[in-house]
């Protein structure tokens, strides 16, 4: 199963590197010559590694922020009483089930009056927060975290910023590290928003990028256009790759009671 689902990440590499005629005569495993032409091509029309500077900004401040804020607000949820707490933690899960398109027009409109338009600003911070994680994470550490290491740090004098950062924090990382691969992907992925937002082209995403030059003569180049797909995959690869072990972590966690 998994050589059958990366025969088509494979394919992608390969036909990058093959001209538009080699292409359209069929299929091969065996790359071809014609990468640096690609490349040249794709070039001409849009600078993708820009588009890959823009999008690995906010993915990457998008990834830390949510991931620290939801850790920080799941904490709250698990551990502390307080007026409201079970209505906001419905209200969150309700918020869960709305669609995030049905608020664009009106999402538009605030940071118009907000003045945020064309900046990045309403791509990283509305993202700090994200109800499923906040709500994967208060599930993780109810299962994970015991309150009685959270009172022996405070008979020990540590305040609660301390125990958090140097109790919940490494209890919580398999979890954090999950939900910071598909909060990455996500925010790499993500086109709508960002088509919206943004208008000046230096400060496009990748995704939008990519959009454009499906419009453009690249479409014609196949080889062009596998190459910025490639480009356009291989962050996600990549941290799927170093991350990935915390995946089977935190979903074993909690399933063995001694």
């Known amino acids: 199963m998994a050589v059958v689902c990366f025969i088509p990440f494979l394919m992608m590499l390969v036909n990058a590197t093959r001209s538009n005629e080699a292409i359209l005569s069929g299929f ?18 849009v600078n993708i590694w820009a588009g890959f500077k823009n999008s690995l900004i906010i993915s990457v401040l ?5 991931g620290y804020f939801s850790a920080l607000t799941a904490y709250g949820f698990a551990f502390y009483t ?23 027009i009106g999402f538009y409109e605030l940071s118009k009056n907000l003045g945020i338009l064309d900046t990045y600003i309403p791509l990283i911070v509305p993202t700090i927060a994200s109800p499923f994680v906040v709500f994967f994470l208060r599930q993780y550490i109810q299962t994970t975290l015991h309150p009685s290491l959270i009172e022996a740090a405070r008979i020990d004098g540590a305040s609660e910023f301390k125990i958090f950062h140097t109790v919940a924090i490494p209890i919580m990382m398999p979890a954090i590290a999950t939900m910071s691969i598909f909060t990455f992907i996500g925010s790499w992925n993500n086109y709508i928003m960002p088509l919206v ?15 454009f030059l499906k419009g453009s003569q690249v479409a014609q180049n196949l080889g062009s256009m596998y190459l910025g797909i490639a480009i356009s995959v291989v962050p996600i690869m990549i941290a799927f790759l170093f991350l990935s072990k915390y995946i089977v972590n935190s979903i074993s966690a909690g399933s063995v009671k001694e």
């Open 197 to 211: 937002i943004l208008f000046s082209p230096e400060k496009y995403t990748l995704p939008v990028l990519m959009g």
């Open 62 to 66: 998008v990834t830390v922020l949510s």
């Open 82 to 104: 307080f007026k409201g707490k079970n209505f906001l933690f419905v209200f969150m899960l309700v918020m869960m089930m709305v669609p995030g398109q049905l608020g664009l």
């Open 28 to 45: 091969t495993l065996i790359p071809g010559t014609a990468l640096m032409e690609n490349y040249r091509t794709m070039m001409e029309y």
